[in-house]
């Protein structure tokens, strides 16, 4: 849960390749969306464009350097929540939980496994679906 009243802009990162979708394990500690899985991502700084803010928070958060990602617009529900998410496919670096104050562990979903994944919204199942279809 966001806090009430403010607007928020955030940036998801959907980093796929053949072993599915990479998603981060949010701690059981966590004030919002506390032990569930999620994207990388976070809030876009007032000084920052979408794509700026998901390229750091994927350096923060992973350790990797996004070569090629593509944004889009994505309904939360929420008029308060401005979310961008982005399916990169491309990137440099290997993957892993640099930010453990906010993760526990990282781990690939195959498609069939969003089918049962504990997601911080279940919006994302069909989004992350999509984002797996191999491009054309």
Do not use: K, Q
Not at 41 to 67: I, S
Request: aromatic share 6%; net charge negative.
């Amino acid at each position: 849960m966001m806090p009430e009243g403010e607007r928020h802009v955030v940036v998801a990162a959907a980093l796929v390749d053949h072993r599915g979708v990479l998603l981060c394990h949010r701690r059981p500690d966590r004030r919002w969306y506390p032990d569930v899985w999620d994207l990388p991502g976070g809030h876009v700084n007032p000084d920052e464009t979408a794509r700026a803010a998901v390229d750091r928070e994927c350096r923060e958060e992973l350790g990797v350097r996004l070569l090629d990602a593509t944004g889009v617009p994505v309904s939360t529900g929420d008029p308060l929540v401005e979310l961008t998410l982005f399916t990169v496919r491309a990137w440099v670096g290997v993957p892993a939980n640099s930010a453990p104050e906010e993760h526990d562990r990282i781990a690939w979903f195959t498609r069939a496994d969003l089918d049962t994944a504990r997601l911080a919204s279940d919006r994302y199942r069909p989004l992350l679906a999509e984002a797996m279809e191999p491009t054309r």
